[in-house]
């Protein structure tokens, strides 16, 4: 049983209050969990300091030394 699964199981005492919902549910559970196990590990790059350093200094970003 996935991560996931554990979650669902603890929402529903009874596994029927879920089942209508379940397969939408957990699609879209693993669709988010996807997606931030691309993006996230992109934030801790040079590329978004440089970028989050410029909107926090109100500058257009500087990605010349990135190329």
Same mark, same amino acid.
């Given at each position: 049983?996935?991560?996931?699964?554990?979650?669902?199981?603890?929402?529903?005492?009874?596994?029927?209050?879920?089942?209508?919902?379940? *397969?939408?549910?957990? =699609?879209?559970?693993?669709?988010?969990?996807?997606?931030? /196990?691309? +993006?996230?590990?992109?934030?801790?790059?040079?590329?978004?300091? *440089?970028?989050?350093? =410029?909107?926090?200094?109100?500058?257009?970003?500087?990605? /010349?030394? +990135?190329?």
């Amino acid at each position: 049983m996935d991560h996931v699964e554990q979650v669902f199981d603890r929402m529903a005492a009874d596994y029927h209050q879920l089942e209508p919902w379940y *397969e939408h549910l957990y =699609a879209r559970v693993h669709a988010i969990l996807r997606e931030a /196990s691309h +993006f996230g590990p992109r934030l801790s790059g040079a590329e978004a300091r *440089e970028a989050i350093a =410029a909107i926090m200094e109100k500058r257009p970003p500087d990605f /010349s030394k +990135f190329t």
